[in-house]
């Protein structure tokens, strides 16, 4: 049932519990125990860290009652960005994106909680590194959030410190409020992702421009599949954010809803760079192609200028070398002299014709 | 009336009815008992092998009072997946892929019902082999589903395994969900082919970069047009699958409309592969042309590199190899050794201006 | 006001009177009788054969109260399909297709009636010869059908013997389930033309892989030229058979709109399969581009490698044809065989460093 | 706030009353006297030639009570074909589009009118000359129909022949089915444009194909261009005609609505020809493209096979040219004869080599 | 918060309040008398300069009850054109666009308020410099508009006049209307400088089917990389243009609302042109690739002419300089003068093949 990697970390849940005015934070070792702590009052936000143990996905939609294939679809990674409404709760699935292994402020790196690397460290690392794309899932009940995710790194550093110090409209709202920032936050990454990759292009265009190097039309290759990766995540992503607003959908409160409205003007805006990304890259490849020709042409004529000038010269050459008894000009004075002064007119018409044509 | 290739074999009927608590399954032979045979109670599933009887499925229309317009889609099979709605009963055809000419787990050799081949070799013989589209067509009415496949073998062996033995909910839920649990067989199919075809593209992608083989060129455009009736499957499919949860059918219960939002999921989630294949196809073929040119640049930059250093300095040899008989340099002493450095000169110039346009 | 080529032959109508036990048919030569033949019972099937005899049209559009527009559009050749509701009719412009000047089973070779060349040689005279596309108009009133086609050929030979005879369900039903049955048979003439048309394709492909001739680009120009023509044909169709099925028509019984969903269906079949055939030759002139740079790059490396090896040893040649009298090489008595040493081993070199780049 | 180019001649007006028996012709000096004019009964045609004098539109828009925008419009002539419902009257924009610089059936010479050129003439003249785009604007209320176009020949003749004589349904209907004549007969121009066009195409794709001359490029972009300009006047127009029709609009009586989608036909038409055209370009730029490189593989086989067979041949030569003291051959009685034998078979063999390969 | 480039300047507020027959002008030091200035009746025009002052757009979004979603569109610089309807007011976001530095009419150099380079001394600069875009940001409420830009230069010079002089309708109508002008003059500046691009266009066309220079295709990657910029602020544009008609928005009058009219066509009318030009673009670059071809073609023929020739000629030079003792030509009287006839007749034998394959 599970379709992605193998992992070898064992999976854990961390329960958040909020007010106004209280914050807490625990770990969940018995997944038997969820039921009576999430009965407690205030917003829950349970995050579960590892989606490979199937076991216990299924120990969790027993305790939650979650439909089958909704649990199915947590653990199936290749999900494509979608929302589904389900009697009691509501269903999203969507794709962090990062440009390298690890996503940025890793704020996890044990289920414990503390920030790790400055995020200024973070964005140097990403104009470079392969992309990463990680599925994330959210389950929303009424003042229930429950999110999942693959690896234990993930953007929301900031937002637990947020959560925790109480600064920020964070602990005065519910549970779609902290949906809301959680979708937006990961919004936010496809931005830097593409600035990345916006990099990457300018560099790529440059050097193809400055002349093309042997690994260029790899890499407008690999861009290109990358792009195609980062679309498939984005595309659907829309619509979903389209239909959150959309539907007369209880879970949301009109007052998040403008928020949801900017989230989804923010997806809509990723779409956009995504295109215009893909028509540079086509247009790249199209001017690689141009260039090649471009520099056949120049390989080509000095080629023809050469052959065109000597190759007459040497068949004048190849005449006089000959050996017939009766060629009679071996003999006149100035045949010699003669001939260089034939052969290099012949050799400056030929260099203005050429001049003419442009060729030099 | 029947537009397939011809099949020698015998077309069979097999009648499969379930409780939660029984289960029964038979071979029919007279079709003229098959009215009394389905009026019994339970979940009844009626499997037709072999559409090429046209004989047999009249009578099945007949005793089954078909609409005419169903028989004989039943038989002509090019036919598009569509779902349409009788007076008594939903019509739905679709295609079935896969990657050989027999189907991966083989439980039907024979009329009978064993399971074949492992599952595992089934999957690792998909790799390979030609597509295969066969048309599998269903008749959903109240508690009675009738399918319609073109050859014995099938995906089905695992759910009648489940059926058999009570495992699962099958047992439990009616004809609606056994219909949905083999579209959904279906749909995962094609899944499994689209891997196999990343595969191949994968690997024709590695072999075009390290250098384009002949052949290359046949093996893109195999895998076009093997992607193009892979699209023609699927595309439409997504359609029906929409309309199959959209419209306010009474053949499907309530319950079973959530599985079908997830197919319908699933079909979408094909489609979009099946666009990414494509365009990664296309831009295969962009790669294998690019680096044609790449390719004609090096060899034209060879053969310039040497007629244009040579060419020159054989016309001087060929200047000194006349037999005028004025010709003073002869009788120089130092004449041939000078000629020499001048020629080498000559080479080393052109030699470092080649360097200078990166030729070299 | 008539806009097709110019035709020699008269203009006749034919009118077939039918019940179910009841079969009339008769060549009409006045039309101011038309509206007194017309008036009996039973269902009436109008044949025009000849647009081209727009006095003829006026006098059949006074006598049955046609509207002028539809007048107009029956005799200009070039229309789209389309179908327009009228007061007191339903008009409706189709393409007839055929791959040959005339069309296939020509049961009408005079205004008489019988049926002329048998089936399968006019399948097989159809996958050579240029398209043929003909305007086909149908007005449909309660009971009432008149046709009007361009030419005496057509593919309703089998559907009038079937009238005559009273086999099948035809004379049980109304004017409409006859609509139903041209159009049908109008559209299966499209399939026949694709299937030729596929056949082709194929072997273009085949001949273009092998190695393309000098007329293949013509081919394929004419093939696509001509997939334009029938697309234009079916495309509009495709609406038009869905919106004759969706409008309230009142010009078709319930019981027949099973039937038009059906040729809806091979519509859209048509479609797709003209669009499929559209991407296949795009993808066949991207090929025959490709082998044109194949086949170039071949011939530069056998002229590269050639001059490659020559050009420097025929420099060599022509320095020790040189003709000054200070030439010590000349007196060595090893020097001649040593130059061939010194060539050879060149060559030797140079033939393996084709090998390595694969040139060889 | 006109935007065209200079006019130099002077502005007028032309006004034509009719009833179904009586018909009134005169020409407009005096602006203030429009309103007493246009009280008078019957239908009223106010035809606006020259739309450069700004200050008589104002003029014109006061005293018939038209909206600033719509004056506005009427002499900015970059307008797209449009269609807006003010309070009191329809307005309409549209193009008329002619291949030479005056358009065709010059009735209108002088202010006066009568019939220029006969239709043949002009039809003939069509073929050639550049594309020649108008802007025709219409102002439609009750009865009353004004119309504005910037050059004072026009398709109208015929039409206006037809009010004169009183011949045809024209007198008996009001202005909307004027309006709809007028549009009409501005769309008839376009197919002529078009035909005038698909034959500029047939002749450039067989001249192309029978060896592209060197301003064949020039010409397909030309005809591109201007193909992009005929689109963007027809294009929009489609959604003008269907909205005419489609608005409950009490400007067009149910009567003329006939007609008007019997226009918007004729729009659609038109607009799927430029499509196919554009198509045609685009194949025939591929076209060219190919041809090109299959001439430059032909330049390429000949150069090698002359290279190929003479550069070895040439080598063989310098070597028995050398002045080596010890070469035996020299000595060889039959030296000579033998290597004439070796060099034709040599050639012999590579031109056998050449044929298997194709390249002769 | 702030997303743009770096800026110096203090940003800065100018308030304008008008009736008919009142006009007052003022720079705003101090936001807090904000309110306090904007309750007095009458227009009011608040125009703030300068968006990277988040301090002081926090500020005014206090002041003026803004939502805080708002004042963060203000400040983040990469917005796409939308218009979002908030409780109390409307906001909108679009992009000004010049195609030089400092935008056209500069009559804010300071925040005084004068007119400064007269008009066509702008229009003349603007056929040339790169493409600036800058967002500009309006708030609508009840006969209040708020407008936000980045720098002080802006189009609205003569509508400043306008408004001091109290010509034209502007200071009868309420600040909806006000606000159409400026949506109105910012997508005339789309013309400017879309018609500078058609300059452009057309001179680039003209150099390259002249002989492509070395930095055209720099040139044309440049122009489609403005035109990407150009259509992602027009295309979002149009929809937001359509909302603010369609929506029931109680922020604009019916008056005005034919207004909005005009404006959307406008932006229509720019999109089309944005989309004509991308298409004149990509076949720009198509036919520089063709040119290419062409000359590599003339390169090609000019060096197979003059091998072809030569290559021969060269081989029976290189013959008779052999030194074989037994040659018996050597001694024959004619044959020098033979050979030669020999060559020329091989040579004008070519040169009459090369002419009838049109290669000369």
């Given amino acids: ?58 120990d969790i939609g027993r305790a939650l009652e979650l439909h089958p ?34 996503p940025l402020p890793t704020d996890t790196p044990a289920p414990a909680t503390t920030d790790g690397t400055p995020a200024a460290a973070a964005v140097s690392a990403l104009a470079a590194g392969p992309l990463h794309s990680e599925q994330f899932s959210l389950v929303l009940q009424d003042n229930l959030l429950i999110t999942f995710q693959e690896l234990e790194t993930d953007p ?27 979708i937006d936050l990961v919004i936010d990454q496809y931005f830097e992702v593409l600035e990345a990759y916006g990099d990457d292009l300018e560099s790529l265009e440059e050097e193809i421009l400055r002349g093309p190097q042997r690994d260029s039309l790899q890499r407008v290759t690999d861009l290109r ?16 954010m389209g239909s959150l607003q959309r539907k007369d959908l209880e879970y949301f409160s009109p007052d998040v809803s403008n928020y949801l409205r900017d989230a989804h003007d923010h997806a809509v805006q990723v779409m956009d760079a995504v295109e215009t990304q893909r028509e540079q890259l086509t247009s790249l490849h199209d001017i690689y192609l141009t260039l090649l020709s471009v520099r056949m042409n120049d390989v080509m004529k000095v080629l023809t200028v050469i052959s065109t000038i000597f190759i007459p ?23 010699y002299p003669l001939l260089w002064v034939i052969m290099l007119s012949l050799a400056g018409g030929m260099i203005v014709s050429f001049r003419r044509r442009g060729w030099l």
Same sequence: chains 1, 2, 3, 4, 5.
């Fill in 1 to 58: 049932m599970y379709t992605g990697p193998e992992r070898t970390y064992g999976a854990h849940l961390q329960l958040i519990r909020y007010q106004e005015d209280a914050y807490n934070e625990q770990q969940v070792d018995d997944v038997t125990q969820l039921a009576k702590l999430l009965a407690e009052p205030g917003v829950r936000w349970l995050n579960v860290v590892g989606v490979h143990d199937t076991k216990l996905l299924e």
């Fill in 156 to 182: 929301f550093g900031p937002l637990r410190e947020r959560l925790r110090t109480g600064r920020g409209r964070l602990r005065k709202m519910g549970a779609d409020y902290l949906a809301y920032t959680l």
């Fill in 69 to 102: 294939l909704t649990v199915e679809d947590l653990a199936s990674l290749g999900q494509r960005p979608k929302v589904e409404e389900y009697d009691s709760y509501l269903f999203m699935v969507m794709r962090m994106l990062t440009r390298h292994g690890q």
């Fill in 313 to 335: 010269l040497t068949f004048l050459a190849g005449i006089y070398g000959m050996n017939f008894e009766n060629m009679p000009e071996y003999h006149w004075r100035w045949a």
């Fill in 225 to 240: 599949r990358d792009l195609l990766v980062v679309r498939r995540a984005v595309w659907p992503l829309r619509d979903v």
